[in-house]
Every structure is written in structure tokens, then in C-alpha cells.
């Protein structure tokens, strides 16, 4: 339980040093909100068009009596609207960074040159950096889009399905959205998606600590655009004790930090 602290800290602090670094809190922001009116538009497109959909799909309750008939298709269009919730909430990190690639990897490297010690860089070009982040946040996302199935279709369960499944999406939903952000410093030390996911299956309750309150946050995409600078810098700062040398002292995720202003 220690480490769902652990990884609630580094979020904190995360956020602390994005609000302390007004210039890259500012640039941060940029990527987020041209993600955000495009999602904008296609979960208000969703919203709008959730019940044809379900109509289409359903044709052969068309002669279903009442309340039959309302009550399975209103249930599938909550569930589809949820369902492009879970999606949306899970890609829009996908989608933000790979937008904000190098905004969010100058960012990345200023968390680590105002905490002390390396500043690990890449020396690929960008179209090659691009590539990788899109090529790994597809089989990510592919991944995510499974599990997303499965919960969905698990979903029609009475009870369990509108209590456990909704918990267990957001561990889920946590879990990857931490991935994502963590790729962006793991990345630039040269650690290939095997390596990466190899490294956070390691300390799961510390990714879950740090990705699940943020999931919950995520789901206000207001709130999602200005959390994205602190939760770059904050993954950041938990890959820099992932990886710090073995016999190394990991900083606490509580401490204040010691960057110097923007």
C-alpha cells in the first residue's frame, strides 16, 4: 500500500513543479488544448449519435414490447457512451503527446536538469521519435482497446457490472495512462516498449498510485489539459528513481522540489 502513496506523491509533485515553472507550465498547455477540441467534437458527435447507433445495431428488439425495448437500448447506449469515455480518456494522452512530442520531451529534460545529475537526450531525428511514440502508443492502445472489450461485454453482469467493472476500468485506464506519460522520459534513456513495460509491471501499485487518481481527473477534460504539463514532469521525476543506479537513495516523491525558477 506504501507505493500507491509513493505513486500519489510524485503526481503531487509533479503538478507542484509545473506550477512552480510557469514558462513550461504555459508551453505544456499548448498540445493539450488542440487535442482537447478535437475530442471535444467527437464525444459530442458520440453523444449525439449513441442512439441510432444502438438502434442500427439492435434490430432485432424492434418488436420488443415495452419496457423491454427502452430498457435494453437505453443500457447499450450508456455503455457505448462509456465505453468512448474509457477510449477517450486513454487516448488522449496518446494523442496529446504525440502532438506535443517535443514539447513534451524539452519539458522532460528540464525536470531533469533542475533536479540534478544526467540529463539523458535523444539523438534520433523527430520524424524517427515520432514514429516510435506513434508505434508504441498504438500497441499500447491496442492493448488497452482488449481489456476495453472485455469490460464492456462484462458490463451487462447485474450488479458486478455496475460496480466492479467500473473500478476495474479505472485500474486499468490508470495503468496505461501511466504507461503513456512514462514513455516520454523512458524513451529518451533509450528503453525499447519491451524494456519499459518490463520496468512498470515491476512496481505495479506505484504506476496504479500515480495513474488512477489521474484517470479520475482526466475524466473533466478541462482539468486534463492543465494537468498534462505536471503529469509529464511528475512521471518524469518517478522514472528518475526507477532507473537511478543501483545502491542509489531514490528521492522521496513527498519532497518539495529543488529546480530552479523559470
Given at each position: 500500500?506504501?507505493?500507491?502513496g509513493?505513486?500519489?506523491g ?21 498540445p ?9 467534437g ?8 449513441a ?6 445495431a439492435?434490430?432485432?428488439a424492434?418488436?420488443?414490447?415495452s419496457p ?5 437500448r437505453?443500457?447499450?447506449?450508456v455503455l457505448v457512451f ?6 477517450a ?11 506535443g512530442?517535443?514539447?513534451y520531451?524539452s ?6 536538469r ?18 516510435i511514440s506513434?508505434?508504441d502508443s498504438l500497441?499500447i492502445?491496442?492493448r ?18 455496475q ?27 533509450g ?8 520496468l ?9 498510485g ?8 482526466f475524466?473533466v ?8 504539463p ?6 518524469t521525476?518517478l522514472v528518475?528513481d526507477?532507473?537511478?543506479?543501483e545502491?542509489a537513495e531514490?528521492?522521496s516523491p ?9
Amino acid at each position: 500500500m506504501s507505493d500507491l502513496g509513493a505513486g500519489f506523491g510524485y503526481l503531487m509533485k509533479g503538478q507542484r513543479w509545473a506550477f512552480q515553472h510557469g514558462r513550461w507550465l504555459g508551453f505544456g498547455l499548448l498540445p493539450g488544448l488542440v487535442t482537447l477540441v478535437v475530442y471535444a467534437g467527437a464525444l459530442t458527435g458520440l453523444g449525439y449519435g449513441a442512439d441510432d447507433f444502438v438502434a442500427w445495431a439492435t434490430p432485432f428488439a424492434d418488436d420488443w414490447s415495452s419496457p423491454w425495448l427502452g430498457l435494453l437500448r437505453n443500457t447499450l447506449v450508456v455503455l457505448v457512451f462509456v465505453f468512448g469515455l474509457f477510449l477517450a480518456v486513454i487516448t488522449f494522452t496518446a494523442v496529446t503527446l504525440l502532438v506535443g512530442q517535443p514539447f513534451y520531451e524539452s519539458l522532460s529534460e528540464e525536470v531533469d536538469r533542475s533536479e540534478g545529475g544526467e540529463v539523458p537526450r535523444s539523438d534520433l531525428p523527430l520524424w524517427r521519435e515520432l514514429w516510435i511514440s506513434a508505434r508504441d502508443s498504438l500497441r499500447i492502445l491496442l492493448r488497452v482497446a482488449l481489456y476495453g472489450v472485455l469490460l464492456f461485454a462484462l458490463g451487462f453482469i447485474p450488479v458486478i457490472g455496475q460496480t466492479v467493472v467500473p473500478a476495474v476500468g479505472f485500474c486499468v485506464s490508470g495503468y496505461f495512462l501511466a504507461q503513456e506519460l512514462t514513455s516520454v522520459a523512458l524513451q529518451r534513456r533509450g528503453m525499447v516498449l519491451a524494456d519499459r513495460l518490463t520496468l512498470l509491471r515491476g512496481r505495479r501499485m506505484l504506476v496504479l498510485g500515480f495513474g488512477v487518481p489521474l484517470t479520475l481527473s482526466f475524466l473533466v477534460p478541462v482539468v486534463a489539459v492543465f494537468l498534462m504539463p505536471g503529469a509529464v514532469a511528475g512521471a518524469t521525476l518517478l522514472v528518475r528513481d526507477l532507473v537511478a543506479p543501483e545502491g542509489a537513495e531514490p528521492a522521496s516523491p513527498y519532497a518539495p522540489g529543488q529546480g530552479r525558477p523559470a
